[in-house]
């Protein structure tokens, strides 16, 4: 199994910025589809972006040009820039990977989360 491991939460006032990352270690594995998530205080968990191998990149509604996905295939690790922050962006972020063990087979692994709080 692999670990996800997710950083750069934090308190940011509105309008300013934070980059989440999120690093994949473990079991040797193929790394496809990774994605941020997040849960918002009485809300069940939403996606965020999504982003594929080729870089191919998709973003909820919500996101309205403000964030952007990234990753390192080479290191395993998946970005999330977010700009232009909003209060109603406060929530736990959590990162997900589609994974492909050497021996085969798919499973999907989350992290623990990082909390983002955005002041007014």
């Known amino acids: 199994q692999v670990q996800l491991v997710e950083a750069g939460g934090g308190l940011v006032q509105a309008g300013g910025s934070l980059r989440l990352s999120c690093s994949v270690s473990?079991?040797?594995?193929?790394?496809?589809?990774m994605a941020w998530y997040r849960r918002l205080a009485g809300h069940q968990r939403d996606l965020v972006a999504s982003?594929?191998?080729?870089?191919?990149?998709n973003y909820a509604n919500f996101v309205q040009d403000r964030f952007t996905i990234a990753r390192d295939n080479a290191k395993n690790m998946v970005f999330l820039q977010m700009n232009s922050l909003k209060p109603e962006d406060t929530g736990v972020y959590y990162c997900?990977?589609?994974?492909?063990?050497?021996?085969?087979?798919?499973?999907?692994?989350w992290g623990q989360g990082t909390q983002v709080f955005v002041s007014s």
């Open positions: 997900n990977a589609d994974v492909v063990p050497l021996g085969g087979g798919l499973y999907n692994s």
């Open positions: 473990g079991s040797r594995a193929r790394i496809n589809t």
């Open positions: 982003i594929d191998r080729g870089g191919n990149a």
